[in-house]
């Protein structure tokens, strides 16, 4: 979500009170009350006197945990800090002691999540909770359920500040590692000729003339859809409001080796398979419901291709164009009050997504590295970045609100992917079974979240019920495009 740059630059102090930045204070306009949801699977039951134990010393030693909205009487927004009753902030519900099998835990923890969302944080206290369910699910012995509201700040932040509270199953010293990208080993020099540096000036320009190319494309593009440019009414895009509904949240938990072997089969990115399954799975979950609405007698003929012509189904991606302070910075500030840095540079991006049934499963994948490719050589997010900032600026919070409004009301979807920690962790030594993360509040009526933590990938739908009614159907689609792509490679090289 939008991060205007007077919350970017801003190192976390000691003070009795701080103004919000526009970006928070979009995030309590009625249109934009988003709440961040991170679900945790533990694979022991919860000690809730291990929080509340541990709490102080870590997450309220950030500014943001322990401070109140306060609303001047001229409008002005400020952080004020105050005392933090932990029994007013984790919640324990009860339990029904005749749920004893992991399918009936699952229902419940869906549920419960369900009615979560049609609830908003009391704004008398610092704007989080956390909800202790010690019930017994197919993936988890209990679960964690950590609320925040979106003005707290953004995703990455947040999920970097919640590692930050956890170490290393085998180490418990150690802070959670993130995997890094892997960097390109240059040969060494080598003499390039007179036709050499020629060619190499005409590359150059190429490449520079390519950037302006795509970027502009896209700029336009993206202030288009802002202002009349909408996707497609598909069958998972409906009418305006869907920020004020509650959300079915499901997840899957997927095999992160597979999502590797393809990567390394095609040479491709994590996130070019994360789209390439999910185009894949929305185009088989769309052509079955697409094939139910034109046969009455209820029957499906999923070998057809009941798909409309040149759907046009996007989404809107979040890019940090500058890096956090990251865990260990968090960590430091938690522990030894040093300053950190919170928030980041976000910019937007519209990413479409082909909607078709492929004879090569494979095209799904080479049809989504081409389009990323073609994002990464552009400017699109530091120039939305920055019209983002111009539009706070020169016509106010109200205004800002309805452009990004109707942004987020033309295009059909979001989407993340965010990488989780490479060795299994513990939440206040409560061990890790799973990392799920997502949001409820937006106007989207589908965000898909990928988040990866050691060998595994969940893959988290949050929707709009009224839209998309059978979610679990949605996210087995998905999972089993994975599934489909990986056999294939997996017979191709048998075949080699």
Known sequence: MPQSSDLDDHFLKEEEEEPLSPAGRLFHEPNFNIHVIAIMGCKTKIYPDVFKANLPHTLLKHPRFSSLLDKKDGGTMKWVRTK?????HIIIPDMDSNMNSSSSGDKYLEDYIYNLTKTTIDKSRPLWDLHLLNIKTSEAESVVIFRTHHSLGDGISLMSLLLACMRQ????????????????????????????????CFLGVWWVLQLLRNTFVDVLVFIATALFLKDTQTLIKGPSGSEFKPRRIVFKIVSLDDM??????????????????????????LNRRYGLDQDNKNTQIENNNNLPNKIRLRSILFVN?????????LADMMEKNTNAKWGNSFGYVVL???IALKDDPLDYIRQAKATIDCKKHSLEALCTFSIAGLVFKFFGIKKASAFFQRLFTSTTMAFSNVVGPLEEIGFYSHPMAYLAATTYGQANELMVNFQSYVNKMTI??????????????????IAESLKLIKDFITKKELAN
């Open 260 to 285: 590797k072997l393809i990567k390394n089969a095609m040479d491709v990115t994590i996130n070019d398979v994360a789209v390439g399954i999910t185009q894949a799975g929305l185009s088989k979950y």
């Open 321 to 329: 164009i500058r890096p956090s302070g990251g865990i260990q910075a």
């Open 84 to 88: 933090v009753n932990l029994d007013k």
């Open 169 to 200: 199953i085998s180490n418990p010293e150690a802070l959670p590692t993130l995997p890094t990208a892997a960097k390109k080993k240059n040969g060494g020099p080598t003499k390039i000729g007179f036709v050499g540096r020629i060619w190499r």
């Open 460 to 477: 988290v739908l949050s929707v709009d019920e009224d839209t998309i009614p059978n979610p679990h159907q949605l996210n087995e689609d």
């Open 352 to 354: 479409p997504f082909t």
